[in-house]
């Protein structure tokens, strides 16, 4: 079994900077693609991005050119780097983990900018 633990959550002002990382363990083989999610009071979970093993990444339109994902596949790691944050930005953020036997998810991170 997989487990995915996220980290770097917090409290921002808008037009600052977080960076979000996320570490996969346990019975780990290949991880294909990895990514983050994020879900506003109020709304359907979205796929913010992703990155996969070859590094192919995926935005959502609303954060481009603002944050950028990377992977350390050798750590099965991966990092957000969100910049120019916006109030609309507010979620929890959550990482998977896609593998042979399946998507692992973390718990999910917060991530509040105060306008």
């Known amino acids: 079994q997989v487990q995915v633990v996220e980290s770097g959550g917090g409290l921002v002002q808008a037009g600052g900077s977080l960076r979000l990382s996320c570490a996969a363990s346990g019975k780990v083989f290949h991880i294909n693609t990895m990514g983050w999610y994020r879900q506003a009071p109020g709304k359907q979970r979205e796929l913010v991005a992703s990155i996969t093993s070859d590094g192919i990444t995926n935005y959502v339109d609303s954060v481009k050119g603002r944050f950028t994902i990377s992977r350390d596949n050798a750590k099965n790691t991966v990092y957000l780097g969100m910049n120019s944050l916006k109030p609309e930005d507010t979620a929890v953020y959550y990482c998977?983990?896609?593998?042979?036997?399946?998507?692992?998810w973390g718990q999910g991170t917060q991530v509040t900018v105060s306008s």
């Open positions: 998977y983990a896609t593998e042979l036997y399946g998507t692992s």
